[in-house]
C-alpha cells in the first residue's frame, strides 16, 4: 500500500512538473488581440497559448507571477512570463512591483528580484462605437454627443432625443464591459479629454469612469466580443469595441465620430505623429514606450495600442530563446517574415518601421541596455523558471 501511495505521489510530481514545462512561456490579457495571438504560426514555438481575460487581468497575472488570474487550466505555481494589455501601466502598478521585486529594496540574492519589466506595443487599434437604432444607418456622434450618450446621468438613462438633438424618447441602453479592460481605458481616455465634467477620470474599468448611479437599463458584459453581439440584440443599444469584433467599415454597424469611420486609413492618420522613445533615458523609461493619444487631430477619434508588458529577466534560457524568437519574428523588418498579414487578418494595424526597429533594437540584442536578459542587469536574478 505504502509503495502505491510513493508511485502514486512520485507521478502526480512528474504530471506537474511536466504541465509546467510543457507550460514554457505563459502569457494573457487583453481581448482584443487574443485571435491574433492564438493564430496559428503567430507565438514562436516555446510559447502557451494565449489566455484572454482581459487588460486588468493580465496585468495582476503578470505583476504578482498569478498563474490563476490567467486560467484554472494550468497548475498553481506556473510562472507567468507575460501580458497583453491595451492598459497601460499605471504610476502605482510601477512603483508598487518595483518595492517587492526590483533592487535597491530586493537585494539581488532574493527569489523575489524578478528584475525591470519592459512594456511596449505590439499593434495599433481603435475603440469603435457598435449601435442598434431602429431607422438608422447613418450614426454620426461628436465627442460631446458620445459622453452624453454613455453618461450615466444620475441613474437616468438618456435617450437618443437628447444625444441627437430630435423628439425621439427612445432609452439609450449603454452595453459596457464589467471586468478591468484596456478598451474601456483607451474610450475614457478620449472622453474625459473630451468631457472631463461628465467623465471625471481615466479608468479601465467603465463605470468607474464617471460618478452617481449607472440606469437599470445599461447592459454589463464581460469581453469586447459580448459586446458586440448584445449591442445587435438589443434595441436603443450603444457600446464600445475593439475592431475585431465587427465591421469597422460599416456605417451601419458602428457610429461614425466626428464624421469618421475607424478605418484603417482613418487610424494610421490619428497615430501618425507619435514616434518612439529617441534618447537613452527616454528608452529606460517604461511609460515612453506606451504612447497615449487621448484626442488626436487629425483621423479617427479614439486611438490607442495594444501593448506587451515583459520581464527584462528571466531564470529559464528556454523561455529567453523563444521570446527573442518572438520579438524578431514579430516586429521583422520584412513584411514576409513578420505578423503582419497575421496583424491585418485580425482587424488590427502593423506598427510604423520606426516602431519597429526602435524595439528590436532595444528589447532582442543582449547587449542592448534593455534587452531581455542583458547580463549586467539580469545577473542572476529574474522570473522564476
Known sequence: MFKRTMIAASLAVAALASAQSMAAVVGGGATLPQQLYNTPGVLSS?????????????KTAVLTNNIGSLTTTLPAGTTVDYAGSDSILNATEISTYQAAHQAPGVPATSPDNWGPLLQFPSAATSVT????KAGTTNLNLTSEQLCLALSSNNGAARTWGEVLGTSDTTPVRVVYRTGSSGTSEILTRHLNNRCSSVFTTVSSTFVNAQPGAKPASWIGVSGSAAVATTVAATAGAIGYVGPEDVDATNNAVV???NGLL???GNVQTALSTIAPPATAADRADLTKWAPVLPNPATGYSIVGYTNFIFGQCYKDAADVTSIRSFLSKHYNATF?????QAIIDKKLIPLTTAWKTAIRNSFIPPTSAQGVNNTSVCNGIGRPA
Open 255 to 257: 457610429a461614425r465620430l
Open 262 to 264: 475607424p478605418t484603417v
Open 336 to 340: 514576409a517574415n513578420s505578423n503582419d
Open 46 to 58: 516555446g510559447f502557451s497559448a494565449y489566455f484572454g481575460v482581459g487588460s486588468g487581468g493580465g
Open 129 to 132: 462605437i457598435p449601435y442598434n
